[in-house]
């Protein structure tokens, strides 16, 4: 059994300040000089981005539907023994979502604090804080922060009406220039950020300036049987990984899990034209291509490498915008077309609404995978699935996976530890 003090921070709703609240949090107790880790509840790519620059140590999700019970704790036993704080953000309003925030904060006992936008609130402020507190009386509520808060009168007022048992740790003033800037996917990822540091530094300012003196960080005590070792299924084989703005959507559990499984990675960068590494298999995950399209086509020998690979009848497993990347054509949401690698047969859309959200549950020839679906873009392809995904809390999104040689293709983000012999059994050809 290993302690460490803990915090789940969320709230009542979606863009009332979770990421940035925790980011502030994570800098501060960095900048200390403490070892944080922070986690991201649910599929996010985007969001952790943010929290690992400002934690400085990579985020991990927890998602009770994609990794089970038992991997969500084995990551938090991990955790605990060598952070000296760890926070994890939840996702959307607190009860909703099934898994929901709520629900892997009671599976693992960890004290939750809300954040609340109380930019048009006054009293009613402790009404919305106090019904969160009691929905589900099991969960370990230890405190309530108020955000965007007009002045510090407004911040008096708002916790005049808190329980002596719910006290107001924090009320954060409203400030335009802390905002972070976004896309048709959620934020803008960190790397593409050149200013985000000094914003995290603000970010930690305003949240020591704003905290309430005497609230502690919680010890929480963790506790997982020894997970037995992964057997090396890709011993000897060479997975090639794009990652870069155009291809950076990479739970940091599926490359733990490609190394665990005995395989040597080689990351590239195709928009900056760096060569694909010679390798036994390649994985393009999730991204952005259609932002970058003009420097991949403009990339010397991506395209015809790509060809070459599957035409040398090695694994490639293409996510989401990997798998846009390796079509006919891409439009763009201005309505340009671009021609791409032509590996996969048919082409692309992206359009300014939502095409697809939600779990993904999907039956591989080589075993059942899980993952989820995030995208805007709408697909036309001659090829007919090998497989259909299912949502677990029946949604619309059911996604296709296609096969073509040795190409596999979905717009699922697939979570590997979900599987790690069926993903194995893939890369290995």
Not at 300 to 316: C, D, E, I, K, Y
């Amino acid at each position: 059994m290993t302690a460490c003090p803990a915090l789940f921070i969320s709230a009542p709703s979606s863009g009332s300040g979770k990421t940035s609240v925790t980011a502030a949090i994570a800098r501060s107790q960095a900048r200390r000089g403490k070892r944080v880790r922070v986690f991201k509840t649910g599929p996010d790519f985007l969001d952790p981005t943010i929290l690992e620059r400002a934690s400085g140590h990579p985020v991990y999700q927890l998602d009770l539907f994609m990794g089970g019970f038992a991997h969500c704790q084995a990551l938090l036993v991990d955790a605990a023994r060598e952070a000296d704080l760890i926070l994890v953000e939840g996702v959307m309003g607190l009860f909703d979502g099934d898994p929901s925030s709520a629900d892997l904060a009671a599976a693992f006992g960890l004290p939750v604090v809300c954040v609340i936008d109380a930019s048009a609130m006054a009293q009613t402020f402790a009404a919305v804080a106090t019904g969160l507190q009691r929905f589900r009386p099991e969960l370990r509520h230890c405190g309530v922060i108020a955000n965007r808060v007009g002045s510090a009168a407004h911040g008096r007022m708002l916790g005049e009406g808190l329980p002596r048992d719910l006290p107001l740790i924090a009320a954060l003033p409203r400030d335009a220039a802390l905002s972070l800037p976004e896309r048709h996917l959620g934020l803008v990822q960190a790397l593409e950020q050149p200013a985000l540091d000094a914003q995290l530094n603000a970010w930690a300012d305003a949240w020591e300036a704003a905290l309430r003196p005497g609230f502690p960080f919680k010890s929480q005590r963790f506790e997982a049987d020894a997970e037995p070792p992964r057997p090396r299924l890709l011993q000897g084989r060479r997975i090639a990984i794009a990652r870069d703005a155009a291809f950076g959507f990479i739970y940091p559990a599926n490359v733990d899990t490609l190394r665990a499984l005995g395989a040597e990675l080689a990351f590239f960068s195709p928009i900056r034209h760096e060569a694909l590494p010679d390798c036994d298999a390649l994985w393009l995950p999730g991204g952005y291509p259609e932002l970058h399209a003009d420097a991949l086509r403009a990339h010397p020998t991506l395209f015809a490498a790509l060809a070459a690979h599957v035409a040398a009848g090695r694994p490639l497993l293409a996510e989401c915008g990997g798998m846009l990347a390796l079509l006919e054509a891409l439009t763009d949401v201005d309505g340009r077309a671009h021609a791409m690698a032509g590996v996969l047969p048919g082409d692309a859309r992206v359009q300014p609404r939502l095409a697809a959200l939600g779990l993904q549950a999907i039956a591989w020839p080589e075993g059942p995978l899980r993952g989820h679906s995030f995208h805007h873009s709408t697909l036309d392809t001659p090829l007919a699935p090998i497989a259909q995904a299912s949502n677990p809390n029946g949604g619309r999104t059911a996604e296709a996976l296609y096969q073509h040689g040795s190409l596999r293709a979905s717009y699922i983000h697939h979570y590997f530890p979900s599987n790690p012999e069926a993903v194995a059994a893939f890369f290995a050809g």
